[in-house]
């Protein structure tokens, strides 16, 4: 091989060379951005888990506490409200007011997760 053909043969193996370590630096960012996102996936599963959210029962019969997941951690009555109501209607009323803490610890959860997708950079 004369030195002419040499030179470019080398000159595309150190560009070969070249791109593949840019990729390689590439695939290191994307790993690191993925263990970051990891973590703070479970970060906001841990908030969730510790996260209270208190909705009132209509008729101000009291409140009901769920945490981030929506488990019903408290139902709290107030019983003076409570003989003055219509107890046909707690059921319903108590129902609702779980549906809507639920549904609000969702909308805070959504809102934490896409938080964290926000800061995934690659």
Request: glycine share 6%.
């Amino acid at each position: 091989m004369n030195a002419g053909k040499r030179n470019v043969a080398q000159a595309r193996s150190e560009a070969l060379m070249a791109s593949l370590d840019e990729a390689e630096k590439r695939m290191d960012a994307i790993q690191q951005a993925g263990a970051d996102y990891a973590k703070k996936l479970i970060k906001a599963e841990e908030v969730a888990r510790n996260r209270h959210v208190e909705e009132k029962i209509k008729a101000g019969i009291g409140t009901v506490s769920v945490n981030g997941n929506g488990q019903i951690i408290e139902v709290r009555l107030n019983i003076d409200n409570l003989k003055h109501s219509d107890q046909s209607m707690l059921p319903g009323r108590l129902l609702d007011a779980v549906a809507k803490a639920r549904q609000r610890a969702r909308q805070l959860m959504r809102e934490d997760l896409e938080k964290a997708a926000s800061s995934l950079r690659i």
